[in-house]
């Protein structure tokens, strides 16, 4: 929060794949939610963190939103 308050254009969304039935907030996969959440995704970085699959299913999917490679940074977890 105190990032989005720092920088206007920052978003941060949590989104847990596996949540308990008391969470409220985003659930399932992430590339469910990933693009709708963002307006501008053609104009923004993209940063994604995680295991392989799921980056490569948001590489694909950001690719057919027409979102340049050099706009997407990854660090892969496993």
């Given at each position: 929060?105190?990032?989005?308050?720092?920088?206007?254009?920052?978003?941060?969304?949590?989104?847990?794949?596996?949540?308990?039935?008391?969470?409220?907030?985003?659930?399932?996969?992430?590339?469910?939610?990933?693009?709708?959440?963002?307006?501008?995704?053609?104009?923004?970085?993209?940063?994604?963190?995680?295991?392989?699959?799921?980056?490569?299913?948001m590489?694909?999917?950001?690719?057919?939103?027409?979102?340049?490679k050099?706009?997407?940074?990854?660090?892969?977890?496993?």
């Amino acid at each position: 929060q105190e990032l989005s308050l720092k920088y206007p254009n920052f978003i941060f969304i949590i989104c847990l794949s596996q949540p308990k039935e008391t969470w409220a907030g985003k659930h399932g996969r992430v590339t469910a939610h990933a693009v709708q959440e963002e307006h501008n995704i053609k104009g923004s970085d993209i940063y994604l963190c995680g295991n392989q699959l799921m980056v490569k299913d948001m590489e694909i999917l950001l690719s057919e939103h027409d979102v340049p490679k050099h706009q997407v940074f990854k660090e892969l977890y496993y």
